[in-house]
């Protein structure tokens, strides 16, 4: 392992090629879903080399392995220098980092070269039947992978966490990752009722996005802010406690408003709306955390950039995942909603607000340190925070189109009560919104590259202005 100074602790140097194969595979889901994007137009592009369900698949399972190896690199980075102790193994890092990388690029591979049921069949799906669920495509083999990969990243996490010091965000971090681990294994169940096999898949997806993923979001906040303000922990504390209680509780009995019409009882109407209406709180805590935590600051770091992608986390994260998500959960509103790109707006956005951004946060204050640095060059900075805007106003963008195509959506074939128009000549009329979401996702690109462009500028590195460490911002009272 090489010396690097700017490293409290030198394991913490097997986050590096994590952070990067989560950025090469981040690229690789946003190419994807431009396939997508220009197949809602034009039905036959790249096909039948790649159709539409194989690119989908494909994005989606981009999304969440980019997201994964996101995670992990951060764990290994940041559990380390709060246990104040080196990482038990870094050497089963490193190994678990290859094995998951080659099962992950195996997988792709089958999706795009072999016919989904030639998989299955090749992958012993006869012996236990997995596949064909939403997100959760992945041959028995990949699935059993990541089971042996996230237990051994647990262990080595765990075991690095109980010989050291024991901080909130620690504990908070290991919660959510070890429910991660424990939500995965329902992928395993694929029952022959119907409405069972929806809430197994549910309690996976769910509670994935909306339960134990909220709590490694918060961790992986809360250690950028303490990092880049110098706030005090204590009070940083108080804030997560709050958050992930309201996390939890508003998000495991808001797993309801899945169930409306999947044929469950009707009591999941009302315990769904009232408990999926309450999720948005715990993202306007994290909100009002991040400013608090930004206006409280008692130095003024260097790395810049990392704040404002922390900022940008708390703030698109309400707005996706708490505002757009409030739209249509109430099941009054999901009866006439639900599988509509009102869905998908909603998805986007919460997506990229909530974890999308809170990788891309960690990384951004990370990399510099892995690569010698305290932070990269002002020019650099510059690059990568005009990267977050166009990015940002790329997704809001698309978000905007598809939810104006969802409303036409409703408004043709959910709303009449006879005669709805039919479902291509729907499509045709939401044409419009889809070179629009298309227009997005263009932008979204480009401000992905500016982003990877940002880690080759050169120049010296920024630094904190004298006196930033002594109460406030540039010296000013805190």
């Known amino acids: 392992m090489s010396n690097i100074s700017t490293l409290?602790?030198?394991?913490?140097?097997?986050?590096?090629?994590?952070?990067?194969?989560?950025?090469?595979?981040?690229?690789?889901?946003?190419?994807?879903?431009?396939?997508?994007?220009?197949?809602?137009?034009?039905?036959?592009?790249?096909?039948?080399?790649?159709?539409?369900?194989?690119?989908?698949?494909?994005?989606?399972?981009?999304?969440?392995?980019?997201?994964?190896?996101?995670?992990?690199?951060?764990?290994?980075?940041?559990?380390?220098?709060?246990?104040?102790?080196?990482?038990?193994?870094?050497?089963?890092?490193?190994?678990?980092?290859?094995?998951?990388?080659?099962?992950?690029?195996?997988?792709?591979?089958?999706?795009?070269?072999?016919?989904?049921?030639?998989?299955?069949?090749?992958?012993?799906?006869?012996?236990?039947?997995?596949?064909?669920?939403?997100?959760?495509?992945?041959?028995?083999?990949?699935?059993?992978?990541?089971?042996?990969?996230?237990?051994?990243?647990?262990?080595?996490?765990?075991?690095?966490?109980?010989?050291?010091?024991?901080?909130?965000?620690?504990?908070?971090?290991?919660?959510?990752?070890?429910?991660?681990?424990?939500?995965?294994?329902?992928?395993?169940?694929?029952p022959h009722n119907l409405v069972r096999d929806k809430m197994y898949w549910w309690w996976v997806v769910h509670l994935w996005v909306e339960g134990v993923w909220e709590l490694i979001m918060a961790s992986l906040l809360a250690y950028v802010l303490i990092k880049t303000t110098g706030v005090d922990r204590e009070v940083v504390d108080k804030w997560i406690y709050v958050i992930i209680a309201f996390a939890l509780f508003t998000g495991i009995l808001g797993t309801g408003h899945h169930y409306y019409f999947i044929g469950l009882p009707g009591y999941w109407k009302l315990i769904g709306s009232i408990f999926s209406a309450l999720e948005p709180i715990p993202f306007f805590l994290m909100t009002v955390f991040a400013f608090r935590m930004v206006q409280r600051r008692r130095r003024d770091h260097a790395n810049q950039a990392a704040i404002l992608w922390a900022v940008g986390c708390a703030v698109v994260g309400f707005l996706g995942a708490g505002v757009w998500g409030f739209l249509h959960t109430l099941s009054v509103v999901n009866d006439y909603t639900h599988g509509t790109q009102v869905t998908a707006s909603h998805g986007h956005l919460a997506f990229?607000?909530?974890?999308?951004?809170?990788?891309?946060?960690?990384?951004?204050?990370?990399?510099?340190?892995?690569?010698?640095?305290?932070?990269?060059?002002?020019?650099?900075?510059?690059?990568?925070?005009?990267?977050?805007?166009?990015?940002?106003?790329?997704?809001?963008?698309m978000v905007l189109a598809l939810t104006g195509a969802g409303i036409v959506q409703v408004w043709l074939q959910r709303l009449p009560e006879t005669g709805a128009t039919p479902f291509m000549a729907v499509q045709d009329q939401m044409v419009f919104f889809f070179w629009l979401r298309l227009t997005g996702g263009v932008m979204f690109l480009v401000g992905l590259l500016m982003y990877l462009w940002s880690f080759f500028i050169g120049g010296a590195p920024a630094e904190e202005p004298l006196g930033a460490r002594r109460g406030g911002l540039r010296g000013t009272p805190a």
């Not at 002002?378 to 990015?391: D, G, K, N, P, Y």
């Open 8 to 190: 409290k602790y030198q394991s913490q140097a097997v986050a590096k090629p994590y952070f990067i194969a989560a950025i090469g595979l981040f690229v690789g889901q946003i190419l994807f879903g431009l396939v997508m994007g220009i197949q809602y137009i034009y039905g036959d592009f790249l096909f039948p080399a790649i159709p539409f369900n194989v690119a989908r698949m494909v994005h989606t399972n981009l999304l969440i392995v980019w997201l994964l190896f996101g995670f992990m690199g951060a764990a290994y980075y940041l559990v380390p220098e709060e246990s104040e102790t080196e990482l038990f193994s870094p050497k089963l890092a490193l190994a678990m980092f290859w094995i998951f990388l080659v099962a992950g690029a195996a997988t792709i591979l089958g999706y795009l070269l072999v016919p989904y049921a030639k998989l299955a069949e090749m992958t012993g799906n006869d012996l236990l039947m997995t596949m064909g669920r939403e997100f959760l495509e992945q041959p028995l083999p990949t699935k059993l992978g990541i089971v042996v990969v996230a237990l051994a990243m647990l262990f080595n996490i765990s075991m690095t966490f109980l010989k050291g010091r024991k901080t909130t965000i620690t504990t908070v971090l290991l919660i959510g990752l070890w429910g991660l681990a424990v939500m995965f294994l329902f992928s395993f169940l694929n």
């Open 352 to 397: 990229y607000g909530a974890y999308v951004l809170v990788v891309i946060a960690i990384i951004s204050y990370a990399m510099p340190t892995l690569r010698g640095r305290i932070a990269n060059s002002l020019q650099a900075q510059a690059i990568e925070m005009w990267s977050f805007w166009v990015m940002s106003i790329g997704m809001g963008v």
